[in-house]
Structures are given as C-alpha cells and as structure tokens.
C-alpha cells in the first residue's frame, strides 16, 4: 500500500486524476470502477478538465459502478447512478454500452450481482478501481465483518452509513441494504485507488494503516492489496506517523 499526501484537497484531486488520464492514455480500452460521494469528487471534475483540454480519447473506455443504495431510483440525485451520469459518465461522453451500473431496483439482487460480475470478467477485469472510506472503514458497501471471499453482493447497511448516507439525498431517506462490488473485485482490480480528504477521515485513515488487518475494519484490507495507492491531504493525513506518509 503506497500512501501519498498532498497539502490540500485540490492538488490531490489533481494528482489523482493525473493517474487515471495516464491510465487512460496508456490504455484507451480501460476499464474503470467508480465510487460516489464527496472523495472521488474534485478528481472527476479535474478529470473531465484534463479530457477536455488535452484531448484524451474516452470512445473506448468502460465503465463499471461500484455500489448503489438498494431501493433508490436512478432518478433519485442520491443515487449512485445519478452521479455517476452527471460527473463522469455524461461529462466524458461514455455510451450507454460501455456503462455498467447497479440497478438498486431489481427484483432479483443475486441475479443483478451475478450479472455484474459476469461482465467485469468478460471486459477482461478492472484495470483501476476508484474508492472513497468510510467513517467505519467500509469500501464500497463492504461493511464491517463483511465476507472477503464475495463477489458482486447485496449487503445489510452498517447504522453509520445509513446516518451518514443522509448526506447524498435532498429529505430524510430510509436506507437498508447496499449492492456492491465485492472484496474479491477489489482484490482483482489492477490498481486501487483510494481517496480520502479533510479532518474528519484522519482516524479511520491512521486504523487503515495501523490497526490488525482484518475484517473488523475493511479498509485494513488494502494493505493486502498488490496495488493500492492511497491519495490523501494534509488532514485525512494529520494522524498518520511520519514513517508512512511520502
Ligand atoms: C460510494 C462508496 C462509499 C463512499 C464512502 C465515503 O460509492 O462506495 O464507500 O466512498 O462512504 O463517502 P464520502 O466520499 O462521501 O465521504
């Protein structure tokens, strides 16, 4: 697990769209996994900039979600497809068959997993794979004492995310289960990702790096992973000794 810091939020954004536009130009036929929220924020709208003003050709990339809220329309602009549209895949001008998301509605959860996993094997796996934390350690929905050994599942919702997760919708919203990539996806992607910024991720990020890795706190997990790179700012990073950051 590689830990970079940069002194604020911006430049860390900057950074880490820098490493998806080299991944892209690299590979034109990538293929990415995105998370939502507030971290991958500032690295879309950077990344949709550094497209536009360098050119950068996105007609071959594809698109992968990495969870959504069960029960949540698309329309909803709390759901995890609707940002997607609006800060990547609209902005990046990706076709509709090249976009691969949850559908939080189905009736049928396991076949809509299975369905996803199935098509991440046949697009030939993630090459990068884009995560947010949450306060609890989770990654996607991978909540604590989360299976590692699952693929694509449907999860029952931790209660802080459920507290949390009010922040993304416009009223008061019931939230039970999630849908998610599972820790055997996060394992396969080629490079993690991981982004976190501001005071209030310092101490899930300092357990991240410090405390046992297990599944207690998910996001221990990434110091298994063979290629995560966990892209901070000065105060996510504020409670991280010395030794780690560079
Ligand atoms: C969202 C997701 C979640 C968030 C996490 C942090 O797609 O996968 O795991 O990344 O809850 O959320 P923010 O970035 O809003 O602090």
Redesign the pocket.
Known sequence: MKIKVYPTSALQSKAAAQVIADQIRTKPDTVVCL?????PFGTYRELVRMVRDSHIDCSRLRVFG??EWVGIPPDNTGS?HYYLHENFIRPLAIGNDRVYLFDGLSKDLSGECSRMTEAIRHAGGIDIMI????MNG????NEPGVDVNLWAHAIELDEITKTVGQKYFQSATPLSKGITQGFQQVFAARTLMMLAHGKKKASIIRQTAEAPVGIAIPSTLLRQHKNSLIMLDEEAASELAPSLRN
């Open positions: 998370a939502t929220g507030d971290s990495l969870d995890c995560v947010g934390i949450g989770h990654i996607g929905f």
